[in-house]
C-alpha cells in the first residue's frame, strides 16, 4: 500500500500529451527516488505491521524474530525488484518523444514552433530517417487544418495511406510504422492500442500461463491469421490429425 500511490504518479506522469526526455528523466527518477526512500523505511514499516496484526496466540521471541526477518527480506527484495525494473524498461525512452511529433493534438502548437528537440531525439532514436525529408513533411502536416482533426498516430496514418499520399510523406509514414507499432505508455497508445488493454484482461485471468500467453499471441497476430489463406481449414486438418484424441475424425 506504500508503493501503488507511487506507481499511480508515474502511470499519470507518463500519461501527459506534451512530454520531453527531461521530464520523463524527472519522472522516472522521482519513482525510483520514491522505491528506494521506501526501501529504507522497510524495517520500521515491518515493526508497525506487526503491530496491527491481531495474533491469536502470542508467538515464541524466536517465532517473532524468524516472522520479522522474512517480511523484511520479502520487502527488501519486491523494492530491488521494482527499481531494477524500472530502470531496464525506461532506459530507452526516445520513442516517447518521437511519438509527439505526430500527435494531432500538437499539430497546432508545432505550427508555431517546430520541435526540433523532439525531432533530434527521434533522429537518435531511428538514424536511418531523413531528417530534411521529414521536417518538410511534418511542416506540411502542422500546417494543414485537416490533419488537425485527426485522433491520433493511426488515424494520421489511414488518412495518409487512403488519400495516396505514402509516395510524398514518405519519411513520416517510415516514423508511423514504428510509432504505432511500438507499446508506449503515453496517452496516445492508451488511444491507439487496443490490443494493450486486451492482453492487462489476459493477465488478470486466472488461466494457466501457457493458455494467456495464446490469447495475447491470437490478439496481437490476427491480421496475419486472416491473411493466411483457408487458415480455419489448415486448424481443423491439424487438429484431426493429431493421434492422442478419444474421438478419430480421419478415416481411410
Given at each position: ?8 504518479l ?9 512530454i520531453d ?5 524527472g ?29 491469536q ?9 524468524m516472522?520479522?526477518d ?19 524498461r ?8 518521437s ?6 493534438n500538437?499539430?497546432r ?20 530517417l531523413?531528417?530534411a525529408?521529414?521536417?518538410?513533411e511534418l511542416s ?13 498516430a ?7 495511406m487512403?488519400n495516396?499520399?505514402?509516395?510524398i ?8 510504422n514504428i510509432v ?11 488511444r491507439c492500442?487496443s490490443?494493450?488493454?486486451k ?7 486466472t ?9 495475447a499471441m491470437?490478439?496481437i497476430?490476427k ?6 489463406r483457408?487458415?480455419?481449414t489448415k ?13 478419430k475424425?480421419?478415416?481411410?
Amino acid at each position: 500500500h506504500k508503493i501503488m500511490p507511487h506507481v499511480d504518479l508515474l502511470y499519470s506522469g507518463l500519461q501527459k500529451s506534451n512530454i520531453d526526455s527531461d521530464f520523463i528523466a524527472g519522472v522516472i527518477q522521482n519513482f525510483i527516488n520514491s522505491m528506494q526512500t521506501i526501501r529504507e523505511a522497510v524495517p520500521f514499516l515491518v515493526k508497525e505491521e506487526e503491530g496491527e496484526v491481531p495474533i491469536q496466540e502470542p508467538p515464541t521471541k524466536k517465532w517473532k524474530r524468524m516472522r520479522e526477518d522474512m517480511q523484511r527480506h520479502i520487502a527488501l527484495e519486491v523494492c530491488d525488484t521494482i527499481v531494477s525494473h524500472a530502470k531496464e524498461r525506461f532506459s530507452f525512452t526516445k520513442h516517447l518523444i518521437s511519438a509527439t511529433l505526430v500527435q494531432a493534438n500538437l499539430f497546432r502548437k508545432h505550427s508555431e514552433m517546430f520541435p526540433d528537440s523532439a525531432l533530434d531525439t527521434a533522429l537518435e532514436a531511428y538514424p536511418f530517417l531523413d531528417k530534411a525529408k521529414l521536417k518538410t513533411e511534418l511542416s506540411l502536416i502542422y500546417e494543414n487544418e485537416e490533419f488537425h482533426r485527426c485522433s491520433g498516430a493511426v488515424a494520421l496514418f489511414r488518412v495518409l495511406m487512403e488519400n495516396n499520399l505514402q509516395d510524398i510523406f514518405t519519411e513520416t509514414i517510415s516514423l508511423l510504422n514504428i510509432v504505432i507499432t511500438t507499446p508506449m505508455n503515453t496517452s496516445e497508445s492508451k488511444r491507439c492500442f487496443s490490443t494493450s488493454n486486451k492482453i492487462k484482461v489476459f493477465l488478470n485471468n486466472t488461466l494457466a500461463q501457457d493458455r494467456l500467453n495464446a490469447l495475447a499471441m491470437l490478439s496481437i497476430e490476427k491480421k496475419l491469421t486472416q491473411d493466411i489463406r483457408d487458415f480455419n481449414t489448415k486448424v481443423i486438418e491439424k487438429y484431426a490429425a493429431q493421434i492422442h484424441r478419444q474421438e478419430k475424425f480421419m478415416y481411410k
